[in-house]
């Protein structure tokens, strides 16, 4: 045996001398041109076509190619027989190289799967006639993302044989740790989950959560962002959004609004009814079916309360508030024309003599200078 003394050169030996070098990495830059050309037509394309659809096609072409290229390489290697029969730990040499290059092709096949996943969730805007929301179908499509590339990791590391079991056992203990640290983002993520099973609201709609009113500008996994009618963006946590109280006022499509107006109690209230109930039957800013009805509600103090209630078709503040407006105006102009009166809120104030009880005198010199004289 040779002792090493420190000045011998050291000669560094290749590791599998069979593999042709020169004609793997001929086929290697000749994939990654392709590759890189394939991404610029497949951006060309989005530029054309549809987005999805570009990006699935990209897709395609990169796994078609990532197999031509495992093909082209195996057989160049001439390493057939090993690929079927490729068993064991790691080695260096040409295991190595086709393990790679499988690792490779898992990631790839991975990516096409998530597109053509994203093509049958997310590819028609069409939802109408659809049992799941846009919202859902986004959120799904995150899951399986999510799955895929977990699988396609299991897979590499069972191909390069790294035990599972080991890295199971640590991502529990670190999992525990993590839910520890951070229990209020995990509550909002599971929060976030239930909204997108119950679906209380969609992007667009016009609700009120708690105190907070406006319309929904984002659905993520941890928080709801709405607009209220102020154009202040407010950011809510999912698991406070789904502990409050929440109002939609879009999701059936139109919206009853109530307007009160009182007559006075010399007035006959089946003749304001009707003045008033013609005098709104054809604006523009209400809907026709159903109908608007006029009711009396109650003996107001000074008159008889009649309430309006109308209906608005795709309901937004606005269109809320210009409704009340015209109702209010052909009300109020329809009850000068046929003399039906508002009354001001009125009081009636009556004297009471006192008869029995006690009366203060006055402390003042005057009185006391009276009561001696009396």
């Known amino acids: 045996m040779t002792e090493y003394t420190g000045t011998e050169p050291v000669l560094l030996t290749p590791l599998q001398s069979d593999i042709p070098v020169d004609e793997t990495l001929a086929v290697i830059a000749a994939a990654m041109l392709a590759g890189v050309g394939i991404w ?73 799967f998530t597109q053509v996943v994203k093509r049958i969730l997310l590819g028609n805007n069409r939802s109408n006639g659809r049992a799941t929301s846009e919202h ?65 609201f969609e992007i667009g709609d016009w609700v009120r959560i708690g105190d907070h009113e406006g319309f929904i500008t984002e659905i993520s996994i941890n928080h709801v962002r709405l607009r209220n009618l102020d154009g202040e963006h407010v950011v809510l946590p999912n698991e406070a959004v789904s502990n409050r109280t929440i109002i939609n ?57 009649l309430e309006i209630r109308v209906w608005i078709d795709n309901p937004t503040p606005q269109r809320k508030w210009r409704a009340a407006q015209a109702v209010i105006y052909a009300v109020k102009t329809a009850f000068n024309q046929e003399d039906v009166k508002i009354p001001f809120p009125q009081r009636e104030l009556t004297g009471r003599h006192e008869d029995d009880g006690f009366r203060i005198l006055d402390s003042s010199p005057e009185s006391d200078s009276q009561e001696q004289s009396d």
């Not at 295991?95 to 096949?109: D, G, M, Q």
């Not at 035990?163 to 839910?179: E, F, M, R, W």
């Not at 006022?249 to 009707?274: C, F, M, Q």
């Open 249 to 305: 006022r879009s999701d059936e499509g139109k919206l009853r609004h109530t307007i009160e107006v009182g007559v006075d109690y010399d007035v006959d209230p089946e003749r304001a009814e009707a003045i008033a109930r013609e005098a709104i039957s054809d604006l523009d800013e209400i809907m026709s079916h159903p109908a608007p009805q006029v009711l009396p509600v109650r003996f107001g103090d000074s008159a008889v309360v």
């Open 136 to 200: 859902q179908r986004r959120i799904f499509f995150y899951i399986s993302q999510v799955v895929i590339y977990i699988a396609a990791g299991v897979a590499t590391l069972s191909l390069w044989g790294i035990q599972i079991s080991d890295l199971l056992l640590g991502a529990g203990v670190l999992g525990i740790i993590l839910g520890l640290a951070f229990q209020s983002t995990l509550g909002s993520i599971l929060a976030g989950f239930v909204l997108m099973l119950s679906r209380p």
């Open 40 to 112: 610029y037509v497949g951006t060309l394309l989005e530029a054309r076509f549809r987005a999805v659809n570009a990006k699935l096609a990209r897709s395609l072409l990169l796994l078609v190619l990532a197999g031509g290229v495992a093909v082209v390489l195996v057989q160049r290697w001439g390493a057939t027989g090993a690929l079927v029969s490729m068993t064991g730990v790691l080695e260096f040499g040409l295991n190595t190289a086709l393990r790679i290059l499988i690792t490779v092709f898992l990631f790839v096949a991975a990516h096409t």
